[in-house]
């Protein structure tokens, strides 16, 4: 009888050849990881979210003669991920703070300060109180700026009130619109969801807030006095296009009427009237009872006026680096990680989870004096949130093409387990994340 145990021929040099290539592979890396760890460089890392913690963590256990610095003056981390919820009145806010010193290794010099100008070709960094504080090697990881100042009469003062909301400033801003929002599930009224023309962080945000806004009115009596709007500055509210005419599909069944290529340019906050640009440069105007704002988003003004960033096309002002090695296109001992990044996808923390490792590894290559190998495919992942106790696991790289790595979860079907996902799991996840151990 035939062993279910036997390995062909062809398949034992299969196997042989293939396991022989990883060894040697493996044992490549390794000579570069000591070759890297006799090293006693300066690596200067700006930012302190999730990005930063993560490469800290694992570049201190890395590299045990290196002289590691974050610079970064927030000492409050918050779980970002989480704030859909907070907003939408799920999650208390308290549930997304934290202190990023409980995630800081020991041996890291954290600078609390805030880095204002790069001199890449002198490699030292300004910051906020005139120090100067030179590098090897750098790693920025500043994530994003919020440019609500661009949409004129808006006061973030007053989130919460007058039906204005957004999901993105901050926990307490969160928290404050879920009190806007909850005032409106019990009354409906006339509603206006954004969405800018600029890259966002977490792009499914948006349509979260409008999803779980519609579920909240059915919950609370508002939804038969509720005249829905949702406008998104682009051509379509996703990026790809079977979700896309899914989430069309959705908003049609609900009501929603969606307008494309229109901006939020201005608010009047006492009259509550919004006021939007089209693509052909028509202006209206609309009254609203609540509208939620999900502002332009650029990289911080450091990143954005420095020798760093890209210059020109549609990632212009964003950190410019090479989508597949993460190294700056320019000057080969930085690096970037996170928001920052000027690349076509990828501003969430499941961008971070899988771009951090190959941050790592490139950086202790070029620290060997070797070239940057390992290559980054742009996953990003976007938890779908139809309406509590549902959602959509959608992951996906750079060309759109889906990438799953929970095989067990359709992502073209609503799902329970996908809600579980979010609600319960990806925030254990990120915490072992920011120490380095996933």
Not at 353 to 374: D, G
Request: with cysteine; glycine share 8%.
């Amino acid at each position: 009888m035939t062993s279910m145990y036997k390995v062909s021929t062809i398949g034992r040099r299969k196997f042989l050849v293939g396991g022989a290539t990883a060894l040697a592979a493996a044992s490549s890396l390794n000579a570069i990881n000591v070759r890297a760890n006799e090293s006693s460089v300066r690596i200067v890392i700006v930012g302190s979210g999730a990005a930063g913690i993560s490469l800290a963590n694992r570049l201190s256990r890395a590299l045990k003669n290196a002289k590691i610095i974050i610079v970064d003056r927030k000492e409050t981390h918050y779980y970002w991920p989480g704030l859909t919820l907070v907003a939408t009145g799920a999650w208390p806010k308290s549930k997304v703070l934290d202190r990023n010193s409980r995630f800081l290794p020991s041996q890291v010099d954290w600078v609390k300060e805030m880095v204002i100008n790069f001199n890449p070709e002198v490699n030292r960094v300004e910051t906020d109180t005139g120090r100067q504080i030179e590098y090897d090697y750098l790693i920025v990881a500043s994530g994003v700026e919020y440019n609500y100042r661009s949409i004129e009469g808006l006061d973030i003062e007053a989130f919460g009130q007058n039906g204005l909301a957004s999901v993105y400033h901050s926990p307490d801003v969160a928290a404050l619109s879920w009190n806007a929002i909850k005032q409106y599930s019990q009354t409906g009224g006339d509603a206006i969801f954004t969405l800018p023309s600029t890259p966002v962080r977490c792009a499914g945000v948006p349509l979260q807030m409008a999803f779980l806004t519609i579920d909240r009115l059915k919950q609370n009596g508002g939804f038969g006095q509720a005249n829905l709007n949702f406008y998104s500055a682009n051509q379509n509210v996703f990026g790809l296009p079977w979700f896309n005419q899914f989430i069309l599909d959705r908003f049609k069944e609900d009501g929603m009427q969606v307008g494309l290529e229109t901006e939020l340019s201005a608010v009047d906050i006492g009259a509550r009237k919004a006021s939007f640009k089209k693509a052909d440069g028509q202006i209206f105007t609309q009254d609203y009872d609540l509208l939620h704002v999900v502002p332009p988003m650029r990289a911080p003004s450091s990143v954005r006026y420095s020798d760093l960033a890209w210059q020109e096309g549609n990632m212009r002002g964003w950190l410019a680096v090479d989508k597949d090695t993460l190294q700056h296109v320019k000057y080969s001992n930085v690096f970037g990680c996170g928001d920052v990044n000027g690349t076509s996808r990828g501003k969430t923390a499941a961008t971070v989870k899988m771009s951090v490792p190959i941050v790592v590894e490139n950086l202790l290559a070029v620290i060997a004096n070797e070239e940057p190998t390992a290559s980054f495919n742009g996953y990003t992942s976007c938890p779908l949130l139809t309406k509590f106790g549902a959602a959509m696991l959608i992951e996906f790289d750079y060309n759109g093409t889906l990438v799953s790595t929970f095989p067990f979860i359709d992502p073209y079907k609503e799902s329970w387990l996908g809600w579980v996902m979010k609600e319960q799991l990806l925030k254990p996840t990120y915490l072992q994340m920011l120490k380095g151990n996933v």
